[in-house]
C-alpha cells in the first residue's frame, strides 16, 4: 500500500491559455476568477452561450475542468448532478436524470451517447476513458433526438477539441501520484502557412492496479492516444479540417470481482471473501483491453443563404482482450473470453443553419440536416469454458440441474459426453443502417418570446449476422450447437421537439419549457447459446420541462433551475446468468416515470472585498418508479436463484412495478470553492475543494439491498501556484481524502453477489508550462 501521505513533484507543461491566473490589476479594477468564465456550447448545432440555450446544460471550458480536477469523462458525475456513469466489462454506463440502460454490450445502444468533435462516439471499451486536450465539455440533460437522433434518450455529452489556429502554441503537462501514477500530456498548434495550422496532441497514463490477486497476475492499467487536426482556410467561406486520433488502453473494466456472498447453491466448494478490499483471488485475469481509431473531415461553408456544414467519420473500436473468472475464485469452473470483438462505425452529416443574411433572419433563426450510419459490433466469437464435470463432480448443491445446460449442449450436437470440459463459443454480429432527416427552427415572437420546434425522421434496419453457437472441437473442427437467421428489424422514428422561452423585460434572463422524444432502437440479443434470437422492442421516451436560466448582482451570480418529468416505455435492460452464456441477455422492463428537481449555480459572494472567491454547486433529486414491470428478473435473496426469463432455473418471474430505477439515486449534490489570490510579481496562489453527494441506487430492479451501491461522500481538494511570466502552474492534489469506500459496481449472478470498490484516496501533484 502506498504512503497516501506522500507528495509528489512533477513538471506540467499546459496546453491551456492561463486565463484563470490572477493578472496585476489596475488600482480598482476586479480580479478574475476562472471559474467565472462563460462558455459558448453547440448544444443546437450553432455556437450558442450557454445561458441563452432552452436546454439544461453544464458546460465546462478546459479551465473550468483543470480548476476542478477532471481528467476522464467518470470524472464528470462529480460536477454534474443527475449524471452517474459506472463502468461494466469495460463499457461506460451513462445514466442521466434516471435515463439510461444496463445493457451494455454491442447490439444495446446507450441512452447517454458521448460525441467528440461533432461525431457519435461507439460505446465500446474505454473510448472515453482519458479526456485529452479539451477545449470544452458539455452535458445536455433530456432527450435529445431532433437534433442528436437515435439513442439520445437521456442526453448527450459533447467533447469539443481546440481548433487548430495561426498562434504557434505548446503545452506540456506531467502528472505523478501515489500506486505509481504517471500522467503526461503535450500539444502542439502550429501555423504551416498564411491558410493551414494543425494540432497534435498525446497523452500517456498509467498507474497501479488498486486490485491485488493472491492466485494470478492482474492487468496493467493504462490509456494512451494522440489526436491530430489539419485545417485548410480554402477562402474566407470555406474551410475544411481532417482529424484523426488513435487511443489504447487496458483496465479492471469493473471486472475484478470479490464474490462477498456466495450464492447457497455454490458454497459447499466457494470460497467467500469475507469483505471487499480490493484482493480477489481469481484463476483467471480480469480486465479489458482496447484499441480505437477515429477519422473524420469537416467541410464548412459559409454563404449569403445559410452555413453549410459536411461532417463525413469512420470508427473503428477493437477489444483484444476482455476476460472474466465468472465463478470469481481460484477454481478454473468457468471462465469468460472474448476473443473476436469489434465495432465499426461510418457516419455522414449535412447541416444546413440560417446565418445573418439569411431570408427572414429578423424573424428566426433555424437548422435543417440529413444523417446516415452504417455501424456493426459483435462478437465473433465470445468463449465460456467450462471445467471438466464442473457441475456433476464437485460437491455442489442442485449441480445437476447446472450441468443440465451442458447436457442440453450435448444432446442438440450429438455429443455422448464433454468429459474433458467444453468450450462453448457464441457468435453474433448486430449491422445496423439509418437515415434521417432533421429540422428545427425558432420563431421570434416578439423582444420577450422566443418559440423552438424540432423535428427528426429516421428510419433504421438492423441485421443479426452469423448468429451461431458451437462447442470447440480438437484441430478446429468445431460441432454446431445452433444457428439462427432471424427476421430483418425495421423502425420508423418521428422525435419532435417544443420549446417556448420568455425572457421578462427584454433581459438575459429566461424561463423555459419544453417537451421532446427520442427512441432507443429495437435490437437483437447478440449471444444466444441454447434459444433462438430474441427481438426487444424500441424504448420511447418523452420529457417535460420547466426550467430558468438567470445571472444576477451583475453576472456575478448565474443560477439556474428546472422541474421535469420523464416518462419511458418499453424500458431497456439487462440480466446476467449461467443460461445466456454469463453475458447481458436483454429485455424490455416494461414503462418507467421521472420526477425531478435540479440547480446549478456559481457565485461570486464578494466582488470588491474578495473578487477571487468563487463557490460553485448543484443538485438533482429523482422519484424514479416502474410503473409497469411484471415479469421481472432476479436473483433471490435467500437461495441465490435466478428467476424470470433467461434464468438458469424454470423460476417464475416477479412483479417489480412501483420499484425504483436501477442505478439512479434519489439525491446527488456537489458543492466546492475556487479562492484566487494574487500575491505580486505575476504570481497567484488558487485554492479550492469540493464534496460530491451520492445517496445510493440498486444495481437490479428487485431493489435489493445486498445488491446496492450504498450512499457516499467524495471530498477533493486543490491548491496551485500559478508565476504567469512564465506561464508555469503547479499543482497539488488530494482525490477522495476521506478513503471513502463504496460499490463502484455490484454484479450478480448464479455464482453470487460480487462487488467491484471505487478508487481509493489518491495524492499526487502536477506542473503544467506553456508558451508561445
Same mark, same amino acid.
Given at each position: 500500500?502506498?504512503?497516501?501521505?506522500?507528495?509528489?513533484?512533477?513538471?506540467?507543461?499546459?496546453?491551456?491559455?492561463?486565463?484563470?491566473?490572477?493578472?496585476?490589476? #489596475?488600482?480598482? =479594477?476586479?480580479?478574475?476568477?476562472?471559474?467565472?468564465?462563460?462558455?459558448?456550447?453547440?448544444?443546437?448545432?450553432?455556437?450558442?452561450?450557454?445561458?441563452?440555450?432552452?436546454?439544461?446544460?453544464?458546460?465546462?471550458?478546459?479551465?473550468?475542468?483543470?480548476?476542478?480536477?477532471?481528467?476522464?469523462?467518470?470524472?464528470?458525475?462529480?460536477?454534474?448532478?443527475?449524471?452517474?456513469?459506472?463502468?461494466?466489462?469495460?463499457?461506460?454506463?451513462?445514466?442521466?436524470?434516471?435515463?439510461?440502460?444496463?445493457?451494455?454490450?454491442?447490439?444495446?445502444?446507450?441512452?447517454?451517447?458521448?460525441?467528440?468533435?461533432?461525431?457519435?462516439?461507439?460505446?465500446?471499451?474505454?473510448?472515453?476513458?482519458?479526456?485529452?486536450?479539451?477545449?470544452?465539455?458539455?452535458?445536455?440533460?433530456?432527450?435529445?433526438?431532433?437534433?442528436?437522433?437515435?439513442?439520445?434518450?437521456?442526453?448527450?455529452?459533447?467533447?469539443?477539441?481546440?481548433?487548430?489556429?495561426?498562434?504557434?502554441?505548446?503545452?506540456?503537462?506531467?502528472?505523478?501520484?501515489?500506486?505509481?501514477?504517471?500522467?503526461?500530456?503535450?500539444?502542439?498548434?502550429?501555423?504551416?502557412?498564411?491558410?493551414?495550422?494543425?494540432?497534435?496532441?498525446?497523452?500517456?497514463?498509467?498507474?497501479?492496479?488498486?486490485?491485488?490477486?493472491?492466485?494470478?497476475?492482474?492487468?496493467?492499467?493504462?490509456?494512451?492516444?494522440?489526436?491530430?487536426?489539419?485545417?485548410?482556410?480554402?477562402? #474566407?467561406?470555406?474551410?475544411?479540417? /481532417?482529424?484523426?486520433?488513435?487511443?489504447?488502453?487496458?483496465?479492471?473494466?469493473?471486472?475484478?470481482?470479490?464474490?462477498?456472498?456466495?450464492?447457497?447453491?455454490?458454497?459447499?466448494?466457494?470460497?467467500?471473501?469475507?469483505?471487499?478490499?480490493?484482493?480477489?483471488?481469481?484463476?483467471?485475469?480480469?480486465?479489458?483491453?482496447?484499441?480505437?481509431?477515429?477519422?473524420?473531415?469537416?467541410?464548412?461553408?459559409?454563404?449569403?443563404?445559410?452555413?453549410? &456544414?459536411?461532417? /463525413?467519420?469512420?470508427?473503428?473500436?477493437?477489444?483484444?482482450?476482455?476476460?472474466?473468472?465468472?465463478?470469481?475464485?481460484?477454481?478454473?469452473?468457468?471462465?469468460?473470453?472474448?476473443?473476436?470483438?469489434?465495432?465499426?462505425?461510418?457516419?455522414?452529416?449535412?447541416?444546413?443553419?440560417?446565418?445573418? =443574411?439569411?431570408?427572414?433572419?429578423?424573424?428566426?433563426?433555424?437548422?435543417?440536416?440529413?444523417?446516415?450510419?452504417?455501424?456493426?459490433?459483435?462478437?465473433?466469437?465470445?468463449?465460456?469454458?467450462?471445467?471438466?464435470?464442473?457441475?456433476?463432480?464437485?460437491?455442489?448443491?442442485?449441480?445437476?440441474?447446472?450441468?443440465?445446460?451442458?447436457?442440453?449442449?450435448?444432446?442438440?450436437?450429438?455429443?455422448?459426453?464433454?468429459?474433458?470440459?467444453?468450450?462453448?463459443?457464441?457468435?453474433?454480429?448486430?449491422?445496423?443502417?439509418?437515415?434521417?432527416?432533421?429540422?428545427?427552427?425558432?420563431?421570434?415572437?416578439?423582444?420577450?418570446? #422566443?418559440?423552438?420546434?424540432?423535428?427528426?425522421?429516421?428510419?433504421?434496419?438492423?441485421?443479426?449476422?452469423?448468429?451461431?453457437?458451437?462447442?470447440?472441437?480438437?484441430?478446429?473442427?468445431?460441432?454446431?450447437?445452433?444457428?439462427?437467421?432471424?427476421?430483418?428489424?425495421?423502425?420508423?422514428?418521428?422525435?419532435?421537439?417544443?420549446?417556448?422561452?420568455?425572457?421578462?423585460?427584454?433581459?438575459?434572463?429566461?424561463?423555459?419549457?419544453?417537451?421532446?422524444?427520442?427512441?432507443?432502437?429495437?435490437?437483437?440479443?447478440?449471444?444466444?447459446?441454447?434459444?433462438?434470437?430474441? &427481438?426487444?422492442?424500441? =424504448?420511447?421516451?418523452?420529457?417535460?420541462?420547466?426550467?430558468? &436560466?438567470?445571472?444576477?448582482?451583475?453576472?456575478?451570480?448565474?443560477?439556474?433551475?428546472?422541474?421535469?418529468?420523464?416518462?419511458?416505455?418499453?424500458?431497456?435492460?439487462?440480466?446476467?446468468?449461467?443460461?445466456?452464456?454469463?453475458?447481458?441477455?436483454?429485455?424490455?422492463?416494461?414503462?418507467?416515470?421521472?420526477?425531478?428537481?435540479?440547480?446549478?449555480?456559481?457565485?461570486?459572494?464578494?466582488?470588491?472585498?474578495?473578487?477571487?472567491?468563487? /463557490?460553485?454547486?448543484?443538485?438533482?433529486?429523482?422519484?424514479?418508479?416502474?410503473?409497469?414491470?411484471?415479469?421481472?428478473?432476479?436473483?433471490?435473496?435467500?437461495?441465490?436463484?435466478?428467476?424470470?426469463?433467461?434464468?438458469?432455473?424454470?423460476?417464475?418471474?416477479?412483479?417489480?412495478?412501483?420499484?425504483?430505477?436501477?442505478?439512479?439515486?434519489?439525491?446527488?449534490?456537489?458543492?466546492?470553492?475556487?479562492?484566487?489570490?494574487?500575491?505580486?510579481?505575476?504570481?497567484?496562489? =488558487?485554492?479550492?475543494?469540493?464534496?460530491?453527494?451520492?445517496?445510493?441506487?440498486?444495481?437490479?430492479?428487485?431493489?435489493?439491498?445486498?445488491?446496492?451501491?450504498?450512499?457516499?461522500?467524495?471530498?477533493?481538494?486543490?491548491?496551485?501556484?500559478?508565476?504567469?511570466?512564465?506561464?508555469?502552474?503547479?499543482?497539488?492534489?488530494?482525490?477522495?481524502?476521506?478513503?471513502?469506500?463504496?460499490?463502484?459496481?455490484?454484479?450478480?449472478?448464479?455464482?453470487?453477489?460480487?462487488?467491484?470498490?471505487?478508487?481509493?484516496?489518491?495524492?499526487?501533484?502536477?506542473?503544467?508550462?506553456?508558451?508561445?
Amino acid at each position: 500500500m502506498p504512503n497516501l501521505n506522500k507528495i509528489y513533484l512533477c513538471l506540467v507543461v499546459s496546453s491551456v491559455p492561463m486565463a484563470g491566473v490572477a493578472q496585476q490589476p #489596475d488600482e480598482g =479594477e476586479r480580479r478574475a476568477n476562472r471559474m467565472l468564465e462563460e462558455v459558448v456550447v453547440t448544444a443546437q448545432k450553432r455556437e450558442e452561450k450557454a445561458q441563452e440555450v432552452p436546454i439544461a446544460i453544464q458546460a465546462f471550458s478546459a479551465e473550468k475542468l483543470d480548476a476542478v480536477g477532471i481528467e476522464s469523462a467518470q470524472q464528470l458525475e462529480k460536477i454534474t448532478p443527475g449524471l452517474t456513469i459506472t463502468n461494466a466489462a469495460g463499457f461506460n454506463i451513462a445514466y442521466l436524470r434516471g435515463v439510461g440502460t444496463d445493457a451494455f454490450l454491442p447490439g444495446a445502444d446507450p441512452s447517454v451517447p458521448f460525441y467528440l468533435d461533432g461525431v457519435a462516439m461507439l460505446a465500446a471499451q474505454g473510448t472515453t476513458d482519458t479526456l485529452g486536450r479539451v477545449e470544452r465539455v458539455e452535458v445536455l440533460k433530456g432527450p435529445q433526438g431532433t437534433l442528436f437522433g437515435r439513442n439520445a434518450t437521456g442526453g448527450a455529452i459533447n467533447i469539443v477539441t481546440p481548433e487548430p489556429n495561426q498562434e504557434f502554441l505548446v503545452d506540456v503537462k506531467l502528472e505523478k501520484a501515489d500506486y505509481g501514477e504517471k500522467n503526461a500530456q503535450v500539444y502542439f498548434n502550429v501555423p504551416l502557412g498564411e491558410t493551414f495550422a494543425a494540432t497534435l496532441s498525446y497523452f500517456d497514463t498509467r498507474r497501479d492496479n488498486y486490485y491485488s490477486n493472491d492466485a494470478g497476475p492482474v492487468i496493467d492499467v493504462y490509456s494512451r492516444g494522440g489526436r491530430a487536426k489539419l485545417r485548410w482556410d480554402i477562402s #474566407d467561406t470555406l474551410t475544411l479540417t /481532417l482529424a484523426g486520433s488513435k487511443q489504447e488502453g487496458a483496465n479492471n473494466g469493473g471486472l475484478s470481482f470479490e464474490n462477498t456472498r456466495v450464492s447457497p447453491a455454490f458454497s459447499a466448494v466457494l470460497p467467500q471473501d469475507p469483505k471487499a478490499d480490493r484482493k480477489v483471488s481469481l484463476d483467471s485475469m480480469a480486465g479489458s483491453e482496447f484499441e480505437s481509431e477515429l477519422y473524420s473531415a469537416t467541410l464548412n461553408w459559409v454563404t449569403g443563404l445559410a452555413d453549410l &456544414k459536411l461532417i /463525413l467519420s469512420d470508427q473503428t473500436v477493437a477489444a483484444p482482450f476482455v476476460r472474466a473468472d465468472f465463478d470469481k475464485s481460484a477454481l478454473p469452473i468457468v471462465n469468460i473470453e472474448s476473443i473476436v470483438q469489434e465495432s465499426l462505425q461510418e457516419t455522414a452529416e449535412l447541416q444546413i443553419l440560417s446565418n445573418a =443574411e439569411s431570408p427572414f433572419a429578423e424573424h428566426m433563426e433555424w437548422v435543417a440536416g440529413l444523417y446516415y450510419i452504417e455501424s456493426s459490433g459483435g462478437f465473433d466469437p465470445i468463449a465460456f469454458d467450462v471445467l471438466p464435470g464442473a457441475f456433476t463432480t464437485l460437491p455442489i448443491p442442485l449441480g445437476a440441474e447446472l450441468g443440465g445446460l451442458l447436457d442440453t449442449i450435448t444432446n442438440l450436437v450429438g455429443v455422448q459426453d464433454l468429459s474433458d470440459g467444453a468450450r462453448v463459443l457464441a457468435y453474433g454480429v448486430l449491422a445496423s443502417e439509418a437515415y434521417s432527416a432533421y429540422a428545427q427552427a425558432t420563431y421570434f415572437v416578439s423582444p420577450e418570446v #422566443d418559440l423552438t420546434v424540432g423535428l427528426r425522421y429516421q428510419e433504421e434496419t438492423r441485421n443479426l449476422e452469423n448468429a451461431k453457437a458451437e462447442v470447440q472441437g480438437e484441430n478446429g473442427n468445431n460441432i454446431l450447437i445452433r444457428e439462427d437467421n432471424p427476421p430483418e428489424l425495421e423502425a420508423e422514428q418521428l422525435s419532435p421537439k417544443v420549446a417556448l422561452q420568455w425572457r421578462p423585460g427584454g433581459g438575459d434572463n429566461q424561463i423555459y419549457a419544453s417537451w421532446a422524444r427520442a427512441f432507443k432502437s429495437p435490437t437483437y440479443n447478440t449471444v444466444n447459446l441454447l434459444d433462438a434470437p430474441e &427481438k426487444v422492442d424500441e =424504448e420511447q421516451v418523452d420529457s417535460y420541462e420547466l426550467g430558468f &436560466k438567470s445571472q444576477w448582482f451583475n453576472g456575478g451570480l448565474t443560477l439556474n433551475g428546472a422541474i421535469f418529468l420523464i416518462e419511458q416505455e418499453n424500458l431497456l435492460t439487462g440480466f446476467v446468468a449461467l443460461a445466456s452464456g454469463g453475458v447481458v441477455n436483454y429485455d424490455n422492463a416494461g414503462n418507467s416515470e421521472i420526477r425531478g428537481a435540479e440547480f446549478d449555480f456559481t457565485w461570486a459572494p464578494m466582488p470588491d472585498w474578495n473578487p477571487g472567491l468563487v /463557490l460553485f454547486g448543484g443538485a438533482t433529486y429523482l422519484d424514479s418508479e416502474y410503473t409497469e414491470y411484471k415479469e421481472g428478473r432476479g436473483y433471490d435473496e435467500d437461495t441465490g436463484l435466478a428467476f424470470g426469463n433467461g434464468g438458469t432455473f424454470p423460476l417464475p418471474a416477479r412483479d417489480f412495478s412501483g420499484n425504483k430505477i436501477v442505478r439512479t439515486p434519489d439525491l446527488t449534490y456537489t458543492f466546492g470553492f475556487n479562492q484566487n489570490i494574487y500575491i505580486g510579481g505575476g504570481s497567484a496562489i =488558487e485554492v479550492g475543494a469540493d464534496i460530491y453527494y451520492n445517496d445510493g441506487f440498486f444495481f437490479l430492479p428487485q431493489n435489493s439491498d445486498l445488491y446496492a451501491r450504498e450512499s457516499y461522500s467524495l471530498v477533493n481538494a486543490r491548491v496551485s501556484y500559478f508565476y504567469e511570466p512564465w506561464r508555469l502552474q503547479l499543482t497539488l492534489f488530494g482525490e477522495n481524502v476521506a478513503d471513502e469506500t463504496y460499490n463502484e459496481v455490484v454484479f450478480v449472478d448464479d455464482f453470487g453477489r460480487n462487488q467491484v470498490l471505487n478508487s481509493p484516496a489518491i495524492y499526487g501533484a502536477r506542473v503544467k508550462w506553456s508558451f508561445e
